[in-house]
């Protein structure tokens, strides 16, 4: 692993935690406006590859692990019993933005199921999808569950609930679909979780360290031909074949996976985390902007993409999340974004 | 001055700058999840009375200078020869919604002028007023510049251009109107700008300390009885006397002015700067959020105003901006925001 001089320092220190790092930089006018530090971590097989800031930082990933919490509907054989296609698979992976693609899928999918929308524990809130969300306005109507940009994930939970003969609540903590996410991500993580919060759609959301998570992409990254390995395979592939069911048009998930021509998987989750799973380096990336800035989050993945060579100086996303200027309503220039002094290289 | 033990420690060891501090959180399943550091700094007319982190950091006060930006529209006496009454004296300092109560005035102010939309140099954006926003989009008609949340400010500089009969171009650097706020604004400060950042509305925007900035709040509260102090009570009466078009409904300045029953001036601004002037006490206050976040700024005031016995804590507004249950969107809470520890007190 290589270590930043901080990081080194503080070893020496014996001090446990290291602090976070200067990762994206808001410049205008020749002056550094604004700061986001951090912590981001890449993860092979065998352990942290790079690191900056902390790599012990407990985190809650959010939705970014929606691919770990998707783990059990498929070893515990729900997905294969209800017959799901891949496009399902990457609607449980992803934080759509409530297009009429969207909730169409996820309507469809509990209807397969002899569900409605009422056995959703989600809420509903006003879709991303600017079309949809014109089409509600303008008409007066409200949102509903399936807007949900996490409609998918719980599509997937009632569809693994009804396998294991569950009850209507399986947001609980304590309720079996709960209680298999919570096995598996501490299987992946390799870790025994500090604890748990709720989630912005009603789901427990288990924290872990960054090292945790970016272990657990990297696993993704190299599935083994186990029971699991498999069902990491399907996941990882049913995301990078569908990346505009993951987010949509416009959002970085689906902008990143598109321009990175599937090679790789990556996922956003609230409060600045992102992860990336890369299949053909065997590497698995975790990035948490301390701040919370999606801004950031965005920006940083991208830069470290860039760094891996997962993506291309070139490729309008990069300019679109990181190098490109920053413009004003009359399309002045105003400032640019800049990766930290050692972000990430 | 009250100091800090980082800020004894780093005049002890000789350092001019001093680390941001922590200054707002967020709490999630008893983790904490996100953390805002950033400076704060409360003048009077003798300087710094009270600071967290470091009080010369240099910082662009983006739109929550637009008192000051204003001060040379009436020192120059172009708001008394175009008869400028206090509201559209408010809206000159404001960052309004764009709402029809906003876009009216504004288009009202031109036509008093003998000039229309075209003339301003602000460009345009979609309103944040619900009512306005929901009519632009349902009747597929693109905003105008009316609309932009800085055409008060905008309708200030061309009556003060009328005045000075400067050339069209009034957000050039070098024009009469901008090198007149330029001069005021290094005047109250009482120092000179490091430089310039072009504003999202394309004004130019001078950047200073901390500490200048709040400077500069606290001769807004406690203003001479020379043509400057005219104009600062005056500027300071007209956002105080109608909050609704120094935002909007619901937006932070206006829910605290209106909490305050007109005891202070607040004032946002990009970026995560937030100003106070408090006439009653002669302080003036300025804070700015190194990540650049508004929730982080809101809140982060809000506790200031706390800590003056400006805002009681019983007030809605306190707990809407700062001690409130974040809740999700089933009602269920997941989470709180918390002063860190040291701030403000």
């Known amino acids: 692993m290589k270590k930043s001089a901080r990081q080194k320092i503080a070893q020496l220190s014996g001090r446990i935690a290291v602090r976070s790092a200067k990762l994206v930089e808001l410049w205008r006018g020749g002056q550094r406006e604004s700061l986001h530090r951090g912590h981001a971590v890449i993860c092979d097989d065998k352990g942290v590859v790079e690191a900056w800031g902390d790599p012990s930082r407990i985190v809650f990933p959010r939705s970014s692990c929606k691919m770990v919490q998707a783990l059990p ?36 999918w509990l209807d397969g199921l002899n569900l409605t929308e009422p056995d959703l524990r989600c809420g509903a809130h006003m879709p991303r999808d600017r079309d949809e969300n014109r089409r509600l306005t303008c008409s007066d109507q409200p949102p509903c569950q399936f807007h949900n940009n996490c409609s998918g994930k719980h599509a997937g939970f009632l569809t693994l609930n009804r396998h294991l003969r569950g009850g209507p609540d399986y947001v609980a903590p304590d309720h079996p679909a709960q209680r298999a996410v919570k096995q598996t991500f501490e299987e992946v993580t390799g870790e025994t979780s500090p604890g748990h919060g709720i989630d912005g759609c009603s789901a427990p959301n288990w924290s872990c360290s960054l090292e945790g998570l970016a272990r657990a992409m990297a696993a993704f990254a190299r599935p083994g031909g186990d029971r699991r390995g498999r069902a990491m395979r399907q996941l990882v592939d049913a995301m990078r074949a569908h990346p505009e069911l993951v987010a949509g048009e416009g959002r970085a998930c689906t902008v990143l996976m598109r321009a990175m021509r599937g090679s790789a998987a990556v996922k956003t989750g609230a409060e600045g985390v992102f992860v990336a799973i890369l299949p053909d380096q065997g590497l698995g990336v975790a990035v948490k902007i301390t701040d919370g800035a999606t801004r950031a989050s965005e920006a940083a993945i991208t830069a470290i993409l860039l760094h891996l060579g997962a993506l291309e100086a070139a490729d309008p996303a990069v300019s679109r999340f990181l190098t490109g200027p920053i413009r004003n309503w009359r399309g002045l220039v105003t400032g640019e974004m800049r990766r930290a002094r050692g972000f990430p290289s």
């Open 73 to 108: 509907l498929i070893e515990s054989g729900a997905a294969e019993a209800a017959g799901l296609t891949s496009r399902q698979l990457a609607l449980a992976c992803g934080s759509h933005s409530g297009g009429r693609i969207h909730v169409e899928a996820v309507a469809g």
